[in-house]
């Protein structure tokens, strides 16, 4: 079972918003920050949110992260098929001194 | 361009030493503004942390596997390395490495910034 919580899945329609969420405790999220990665099986998993709210070079502005207290969530506006991927939050652990990571969301675009 | 390649035998036997190895490309190990990480994700389950190195500090490991993992490097090939003994059928999944880099506006956050695709590791007679 994993340290962060995530929903197992989540879906919409092209050009919809889908926001998946990740919620920890005050020696996770509550106190460090939070990064989101995209993994298509096969591939390396690919770095989306940064330190909450980042967004690293290539990455499309309709991804989005925010953190409150010891949840975070990622926002994907207009929705496109590509989109269709795995979704892990992962953040900093103090109890157990190492990252930890959210279960995962599937997100299928119907 | 920064790419990073796990390789290693894809069948290891049950209490024997599993190996791999990730080599870095575009980059230098002895950066000593980076981490160099290990994960591993079981088939149907999310993403575990093993360990990271840097290069000026001692490798901190996930204490579930603490005594059974070694992380180390070979700068002149820049590569690092995972061994972990005793494996049973609970070791078998995808092995990762990545870079944990700071972030640049606050360079206590880290991030995992590039990963490699991972290989498949099975434990099995």
């Known amino acids: 079972q994993s340290v962060l919580a995530q929903s197992p899945s989540a879906s919409g329609t092209p050009g919809q918003r889908v926001t998946i969420s990740c919620s920890g405790d005050r020696s996770n999220i509550g106190t460090h920050a939070v990064n989101w990665y995209q993994h298509l099986p096969g591939t390396a998993p690919k770095l989306l949110i940064y330190?909450?709210?980042q967004r690293p070079s290539g990455v499309p502005e309709r991804f989005s992260g925010s953190k409150s207290g010891t949840s975070a969530s990622l926002a994907i506006s207009g929705l496109q098929s590509e989109d269709e991927a795995d979704y892990y939050c992962?953040?900093?652990?103090?109890?157990?001194?190492?990252?930890?990571f959210g279960g995962g969301t599937k997100l299928t675009v119907l | 361009q920064l790419q990073l390649q796990e390789s290693g035998p894809g069948l290891v036997k049950p209490s024997q030493t599993l190996s791999l190895t990730c080599s870095v490309s575009?980059?230098?190990?002895?950066?000593?503004?980076?981490?160099w990480t290990w994960f591993r994700q079981p088939a149907g389950k999310g993403l575990e942390w093993i360990g990271r190195?840097?290069?000026?500090?001692?490798?901190t490991y996930n204490p579930s596997l603490k005594s059974r993992v070694t992380i180390s490097i070979d700068t002149s090939r820049n590569q690092f390395s995972l061994r972990l003994s005793s494996v049973t059928a609970a070791d078998t999944a995808i092995y990762f490495c990545a870079r944990e880099g700071p972030d640049g506006r606050y360079p206590w956050q880290y991030y995992m910034d590039v990963w490699g695709k991972g290989t498949t590791v099975t434990v099995s007679s």
């Open positions: 575009g980059a230098s190990i002895t950066d000593g503004r980076y981490f």
């Open positions: 992962a953040t900093w652990d103090a109890s157990l001194n190492g990252w930890v």
């Open positions: 190195f840097f290069i000026s500090e001692s490798t």
């Open positions: 330190s909450n709210t």
